[in-house]
């Protein structure tokens, strides 16, 4: 992002966003030579607020601002009727002081990269590294500029066939900030597929057991249930919380954190220049705090959160959405839950869940890679298979384990112990 200013014109006023993107992608197929990509996203949006009506435009060239502003000021003539005002209880000193920039050396990486796809190599992989930059900046209509500036490598690798030898399938996507991240999880995920290889497929199992599910297999689950937290939705009742009634485990609380620790995603204010904060979403068992943007506190009367953030190349008009997310961990070693029973499945990663069942109380994926425990020793994989999970109850009678893991650059998940589980195979 380059700029974006907040003015008053002839009674109007005006929104303009400029956001610049740049991407080096690193790319291997092992059937063809690296490939390096330089690739620039860049765009322009205005959002115009005339009395009691919105208007909003946008276009991916830059060079059309005037016509796409006068659009937006047309469209606020007959737009949504609301009276949004944009924030100004902020203070210049802080937010200027807030400039966070972290890179590495590109040569460095692509060595590491090249690294790593040898190890991927036996299983014949395709591996993609894209250092990605972002420019932001909010400015609202008392000239107070926030500023943030960040830089970070996303890592994503998958199998070229669906599935091979035991039945594993391998997807991953990971964020790092240094060469020695990247080099750390190359080794471990080398060490981790080469023991899973090894061990035996089981294609009979006891149709109930004890299941463990893994902070990337968890993921998915929680964001289902987080992406249902729109204010908006909310309060016009069609948010998925509106029409089914949740349970909740007293051990679960899900925040939505500004802040969180190797998160790609940290700011101090929204898109609409309102201040964040760390706010609980579920705690004591209940629904505690909905997200919020400045239009639906104007129609609902509830208060912005500081989640009105744009996505899709932040030429989008603002909308509520989390930031990161962030479970509690536990006070249990993974060990101990493994130690306490026969055995025990380790689901570590699903594939393919369908939101969309959620409306009937159910979510279902298939599981692609789990591993069959014995007290604390692997004995097994399952080859892929369906799973059927009632939702609205999955978060009660849980164990949570004191080890967290950071999941696509903005969730901290623990793993997720559930006593009994009915599996198909």
């Avoid at 092992?30 to 009691?52: H, Q």
């Avoid at 902070?215 to 509106?242: C, D, R």
Wanted: proline letters at 3%; one cysteine or more.
């Amino acid at each position: 992002m380059e700029k974006l200013n907040l003015l008053k014109t002839n009674g109007m006023e005006i929104e303009e966003f400029i956001a610049k993107k740049e991407s080096i992608c690193f790319e291997k197929n092992f059937a063809e030579s690296y490939n390096n990509k330089l690739s620039i996203d860049e765009g322009v949006a205005y959002r115009v607020v005339k009395g009691d009506k919105v208007g909003f435009a946008n276009t991916n060239n830059i060079d059309d601002k005037v016509r796409v502003q006068e659009k937006a000021k047309e469209l606020a003539k007959d737009g949504i009727p609301l009276n949004v005002r944009f924030p100004e209880d902020v203070s210049c000193e802080s937010i200027n002081e807030h400039m966070h920039f972290e890179t590495s050396d590109v040569v460095k990486i692509q060595h590491c990269f090249e690294e790593l796809c040898n190890y991927f190599k036996k299983f014949n992989c395709k591996v993609k590294l894209d250092k990605i930059s972002n420019f932001r900046s909010v400015m609202n209509t008392r000239n107070t500029m926030c500023k943030s500036h960040d830089a970070y490598f996303k890592l994503t690798f998958e199998s070229m066939r669906n599935e091979f030898g035991n039945g594993l399938s391998v997807f991953k996507l990971k964020y790092f900030r240094t060469r020695n991240e990247l080099y750390n999880f190359a080794q471990k995920m080398n060490w981790e597929l080469d023991r899973i290889k090894k061990l035996k497929t089981y294609y009979e199992i006891e149709s109930k057991l004890p299941v463990i599910f893994a902070p990337q297999a968890l993921a998915g689950l929680v964001l289902s249930i987080v992406e249902n937290f729109n204010a908006k939705e909310v309060m016009s009742g069609t948010s998925i919380l509106e029409r089914k009634k949740f349970e909740f485990d007293e051990k679960f609380e899900l925040y939505d954190a500004p802040k969180i620790k190797n998160s790609v995603f940290n700011v101090m204010f929204d898109d609409e220049g309102t201040r964040t904060y760390r706010k609980p979403l579920i705690k004591n068992s209940k629904c505690i705090t909905y997200f919020s943007d400045l239009i639906t506190e104007a129609k609902y009367n509830y208060k912005s959160t500081g989640n009105g953030f744009r996505r899709n190349s932040y030429t989008t008009m603002p909308t509520p959405n989390f930031i990161n997310i962030d479970i509690n961990n536990g006070d249990t070693k993974l060990d101990n839950y493994l130690n306490i029973n026969n055995t025990t499945i380790l689901i570590k990663q699903i594939m393919g869940l369908d939101i969309n069942s959620l409306k009937g109380g159910f979510i279902t994926g298939r599981v692609t890679e789990s591993i069959i425990y014995k007290g604390s020793e692997a004995i097994g994989t399952l080859p892929p298979f369906s799973l059927k999970i009632e939702l609205n109850k999955f978060f009660t009678d849980i164990g949570i384990t004191e080890e967290v893991e950071n999941i696509w650059g903005f969730m901290n998940i623990p793993y997720l112990y559930k006593d009994i589980m009915k599996i198909h195979i």
